[in-house]
């Protein structure tokens, strides 16, 4: 299989506008975020001005650059571009705006009914935040031990359980939940329910969690007690009947919703994590040349060479995450491709990161610069949406699958 992955002029150009955008009103309200836990002030009027707009899925006007672009190199590779250079001024925007994941669930597992409640508006202009709420106090990837209840009484589903770390869970319109039907079903049992915020027994119990980094990104925790919603919120059945197939019909499995879901987003959070450690190898590179005359020729040496290597290997990880993305926009299978960029890129960016707060000494580690706060972000991405392990599960199951399917 041929992989073109040459990006377009057009592309090539629109990236380094949005680039520029980010260095000059993202990165100066970086520490205000990190700060407040949320967005900093004045950030409507900066996200106005980014040249793409900022909402996820991005959406391109008709003859507009955006569609140009799309239209030449494909709509997930622009999206990972163009999140990979508005983390390079500062991640906040993606952070504090919203996203798509739980979009994404209804796109894949909705009857056509639901899709044109919950995603429909996207086509209008029309946006809804949806947030995904898979994670549980006593697990994180592995998404068969869900313990969220979901009982069918009457005309309803009545959840019960618990769920954190939910991306715009106390903001969204509505949330994606994941709960099981049968336990002793295991990761056949689970299903997935759009929870509209107004539903009696969901409540918010904490609207955001206290984290390392990321700090202003919305990460709820939400409680479910007899939270009661109706029969046809339940994706992928509308509640009349059981859609063909029974219990084994795809779109009924909220298991391989949830992890078809994640495969979807994970090549884009490795470009987010490699945009921010080329920001901080780049601080590390002016902080270097400012203070040229302090070092020896040899340690000079030594430290141009290690930026040299750094832009190699996060040059690599864009790479994956591009070829990933290059599949994605034509529906071929990419699953193991998916797993290896969020395998590979995360670990390479904090290791770039937390080299080039070394090369600063002091300076790398103080609220002089940056540094020091995108090596706090940088960390989460190897862990959340399948840690770097589970990646690594994942690849050999394709692989091994694979050579049993060859004989």
């Known amino acids: 299989m041929t992989i073109e ?10 990236r380094e506008r949005v680039r520029e955008w980010s260095v000059a009103r993202v990165r100066p309200l970086a520490r205000e975020a990190d700060r407040r836990h949320a967005a900093p002030e004045g950030a409507d009027a900066v996200l106005a001005a980014c040249p793409v707009g900022i909402r996820f899925p991005l959406r391109a006007t008709p003859g507009g650059p955006l569609a140009e672009a799309f239209a030449a190199d494909g709509a997930y590779v622009v999206t990972a571009l163009i999140q990979e250079v508005i983390a390079y001024g500062d991640g906040w925007p993606i952070w504090t705006n919203g996203g798509s994941i739980g979009q994404n ?3 894949w597992m909705g009857t056509p009914e639901q899709k044109e409640r919950w995603v429909g508006g996207l086509a209008r202009g029309e946006m809804q935040f949806a947030a995904f709420a898979l994670t549980e106090p006593h697990f994180g990837s592995d998404v068969s ?4 209840t979901a009982v069918r009484r009457g005309d309803a589903w009545i959840l019960n359980g618990a769920k954190m770390y939910c991306s715009m869970g106390a903001s969204a319109d509505y949330v994606v939940v994941f709960a099981t039907i049968d336990k002793a079903a295991g990761r056949h049992g689970i299903r997935a329910f759009v929870v509209e915020k ?17 700090r202003c990104a919305e990460t709820s925790e939400l409680k479910f007690e007899n939270c009661a919603v109706p029969l046809d919120h339940c994706l992928g059945w509308t509640g009349e009947a059981k859609p063909a197939g029974g219990g084994g019909d795809r779109r009924q499995s909220g298991f391989l ?4 879901t994640l495969g979807t987003t994970r090549p884009l ?3 987010i994590s490699l945009g921010l450690a080329r920001a901080a190898k780049d601080v590390a590179a002016e902080w270097v040349a400012e203070r040229r005359s302090e070092f020896t020729a040899a340690r000079l040496s030594r430290i ?3 930026f040299a290597r750094m832009d190699a290997a996060l040059d690599h990880a864009r790479r994956m995450v591009l070829r990933a993305a290059w599949m994605k926009d034509r529906k071929i299978p990419n699953t193991r491709e998916a797993s290896a960029a969020k395998a590979f890129g995360p670990p390479i960016a904090e290791r770039v990161i937390r080299r080039s707060m070394q090369i600063m000494g002091p300076d790398g580690a103080s ?13 989460i991405y190897d862990i959340f949406e399948g840690s770097g392990q589970v990646m690594r599960i994942t690849m050999s199951r394709e692989r091994m699958g694979a050579a049993a399917a060859r004989g």
């Open 304 to 306: 141009e060479d290690e």
């Open 5 to 14: 992955l040459a990006i377009s002029p057009v592309t090539s150009a629109l």
């Open 198 to 214: 107004d539903a009696p027994g969901f409540r918010v119990t904490k609207r955001n969690e206290e984290k390392l980094g990321i």
């Open 145 to 148: 031990q869900v313990s969220t």
């Open 367 to 379: 609220e002089r610069y940056l540094v020091e706060k995108w090596h706090r972000d940088v960390k």
């Open 105 to 107: 669930v209804v796109k």
């Open 257 to 260: 919703g949830a992890v078809t």
């Open 269 to 271: 959070l490795a470009g």
